[in-house]
């Protein structure tokens, strides 16, 4: 089964947007929201909260992304946005920007395999969404990917998201590729790559 999903592009693909895009393109499987990022209060900026409100999300399978690497942020997060009828969450663990990477979140979360596997494992067992999660194949070098998959593995994705190249992506995209497609046999997670596809097709059908 092909799905398609509609990237979130934070500052882009925002509730005007997407609507537009909904309206005038429909077709989208999913439509992923910009990333929700915890603060210390515990609440949503104006912006996640336009973002998320049911109103501005009516009709369309939306699905909000939290990026963060503390276990209580996530679930308190997923908490609220199932307070507003959401039924998956997506996890950033590609957002390849130094602030986020510096702390450990997004793509920098990639760096850390065990301490990530013990935040996968908690936040499945306590978490009531479904989560899928976007990913990086790694943060530097795309062997990386060997660690990370079997982590993945071990879980009841919703979907996996592939950004097909690592944090430093402009380097070796081919060879990336060539590590992601050693990988498929042994994954047993529904997948999905996001960008690139054409170069991705290219590759795989030469
Ligand atoms: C301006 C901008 C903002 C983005 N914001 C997000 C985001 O909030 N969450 C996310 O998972 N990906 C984000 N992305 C990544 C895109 O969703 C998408 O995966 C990527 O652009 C596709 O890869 P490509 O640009 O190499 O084709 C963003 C990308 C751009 C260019």
């Known amino acids: 089964m092909n799905l ?10 925002g509730h ?29 900026s104006t912006r996640e909260k336009k973002d998320v409100m049911p109103e501005h999300n009516q ?16 679930l308190c997060t997923a908490q609220k946005l199932g307070d507003y009828g959401y039924k998956e969450v997506n996890l950033n663990l590609g957002c390849p920007s130094r ?17 990530l596997d013990r935040f996968l494992d908690a936040v499945f ?3 009531n969404l479904e989560i899928s999660i976007k ?20 879980y ?14 402009s380097i070796r995209t081919h060879q ?5 497609h050693g990988q498929w046999n042994i994954a047993n997670i529904r997948f999905a790559i996001m960008g690139g596809i054409s170069v991705l097709w290219r590759t795989w059908n030469s």
Request: aromatic letters at 12%; proline letters at 8%.
């Open 135 to 154: 990913t990086r194949i790694g943060m530097e070098d795309p062997e990386e990917f060997e660690t990370i998959l079997p982590i993945y593995n071990k």
């Open 156 to 169: 009841p994705l919703k979907e996996l998201i592939i950004h097909r190249v690592c944090r430093r992506s």
């Open 125 to 127: 067992e306590k978490c």
């Open 59 to 74: 009709g369309m399978y939306a699905v909000p992304q939290i990026l963060t690497n503390n276990v209580e942020d996530f």
């Open 99 to 115: 602030t986020v990477v510096t702390k450990g979140r997004g793509a920098g979360f990639l760096d850390e395999p065990q301490k």
């Open 16 to 44: 005007i947007y997407r609507n537009a895009l909904h309206q005038c393109f429909d077709g989208f499987d999913k439509y992923f929201i910009p990333f929700i990022s915890p603060n210390q209060k515990g609440h949503f």
């Open 176 to 180: 990336s590729l060539i590590h992601m």
């Open 4 to 13: 398609y999903l509609a990237p979130p592009l934070e500052g882009i693909t």
